[in-house]
């Protein structure tokens, strides 16, 4: 339960939840209601101020503007590399740039690093 007040007062305080919202999260944790569900993360969490990108629960969250293109390249387990351009990836985060190469390393052993390059001009139109 500590984790979790931590976590509602860090959400309050940077605005992305209320008191009320707060009480609400920690109470259902409280009586065991959550267990199995899932919490999305935020743009705010991730650092993301552009784009959109998954919640990590099956939804996306608009986090602005299209941010501009950037080539992320993700080095798999099997001694493979795959690169995509993409708009959805802050280069500062790595849990940003997780989300993109895990599931494209997936059927490859899963992801062992990653790179990006913002604003990349093989990227561009």
Do not use: H
Request: one cysteine or more; a neutral charge.
């Amino acid at each position: 339960m500590t984790c979790v007040a931590k976590a509602t007062q860090s959400l309050m305080m940077s605005r992305q939840i209320t008191g009320e919202q707060a009480g609400v999260i920690r109470s259902g944790f409280a009586m065991g209601s959550c267990r199995g569900a899932c919490m999305p993360t935020s743009c705010a969490i991730l650092g993301q101020n552009c784009g959109t990108i998954p919640d990590g629960c099956g939804m996306t969250l608009t986090c602005g503007n299209a941010c501009p293109a950037s080539l992320q390249r993700c080095f798999c387990r099997d001694g493979s590399q795959v690169q995509t351009c993409t708009t959805n990836v802050d280069c500062s985060s790595g849990q940003s740039q997780d989300l993109i190469c895990g599931p494209l390393c997936a059927s490859r052993g899963g992801e062992s690093g990653t790179a990006c390059f913002p604003n990349d001009p093989s990227c561009g139109p």
